[in-house]
């Protein structure tokens, strides 16, 4: 028994979820679950196929990304989870996918506008899109710069990580958050069916217009109120 074993077999779950909704390809991708209480958390290890995981190969490590418990290499993204959880003290779970339509968004660095009420469902606004690195940034670390450009999208932006759990890194991909690993997945799944869905929409009719913000904040209240049971759960 250690005492990681939860937060193991949470990050271990939260994983075998990408490739069973089609949101991660051979070893793309990553979900880690923190344990606040222990300043530690777990997290997939690097390169290693996700029928290969199990709960005990789960890499165990701090927020500075010091390796805690563990004999495999983290994820390569380790850096980037742990700018996000020492910055974002209510986050329990993040993903990192190069799920297809959410990267193609990513890559044409354009926020993903809401078109429909199911993009409403769970955000009243643009999925937003991190600008690519600057160049100081690319002669730092990458994977730590990635969590601040994250951050610093948000801070200039005013939006909440409460509100917004998702969002695209320009020229990368995809991350989410929430209260917990599951969730997070959850959110991702979201993201690219929503990244989907707005890329046939423009195809279909490039002059589409914005959902009405009425709407957008009707649906959003519906699903995220304070008697909701989302908004609770
Ligand atoms: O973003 C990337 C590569 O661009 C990574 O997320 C890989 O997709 C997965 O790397 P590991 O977690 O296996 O190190």
Known sequence: MSKYDEIRQAAYEANMQLPKLGLVLFTFGNVSAVDRQEGVFAIKPSGVPYEDLSPDNMVIVDFESTIVEGSLRPSSDTKTHAVLYKHWEHIGGIVHTHSTYATAWAQSQRDIPIYGTTHADYLATDIPCAPPMSDEMIEGNYEYQTGFQI??????????PKEVEMMLVGNHAPFTWGKTAAKAVHNSA???????????????????????????????LRKHGPDSYYGQS
């Open 151 to 160: 951050l610093n999208c948000f801070q200039e932006r005013g939006i909440s």
């Open 190 to 220: 979201v993201l690219e069916t929503v990244a989907q869905m707005a890329l046939l929409t423009e195809q279909i009719n490039p002059q589409a217009p914005r959902l009405k913000d009425a709407l957008i904040n009707k649906h959003y």
